[in-house]
């Protein structure tokens, strides 16, 4: 299985770092987007799909708790995504808000790659470490 991942997160060294982690995990890709905000994020899932969608929190424009709403009020474009908060957020009440708008998963920063190969293992109940 192959995976198409959204990265969102208002930080470039951050998105980097997180692509880096991703790579580490060994997580199979077929494509790894960016988006700095929730407003690029909706476009770019509007454009194309993706499989999973690690989602920072605290960002200008349109924050990860808004862009979790948008994303719910779409399903056309919610289809087939699963949402990992990566964050340092650790407001029980946000987060349980994440989880009922679609967050299936948190992952606190600072976090290890086998921890997200862990998750992301348990959201698509297949393999997804490359070859």
Not at 69 to 91: H, K, M, Y
């Amino acid at each position: 299985m192959s995976l198409s991942v959204l990265i969102v997160d208002d930080s470039p060294i951050l998105r980097r770092a997180i692509r880096k982690a991703v790579g580490i995990a060994g997580i199979a890709t077929d494509r790894i987007r960016e988006a700095g905000n929730g407003v690029e994020a909706l476009a770019s899932l509007e454009q194309d799909p993706a499989d999973l969608v690690l989602l920072d929190l605290n960002m200008p424009v349109m924050d990860g708790e808004r862009f979790a709403a948008e994303l719910r009020s779409r399903p056309e474009v919610a289809r087939g995504v699963r949402i990992i908060v990566v964050s340092t957020e650790v407001n029980r009440e946000r987060l349980d808000r994440l989880r009922a708008l679609g967050a299936m998963a948190i992952l606190h920063k600072p976090f290890e790659p086998e921890e997200l190969r862990r998750l992301v293992t348990q959201l698509t109940g297949e393999s997804v470490c490359a070859a």
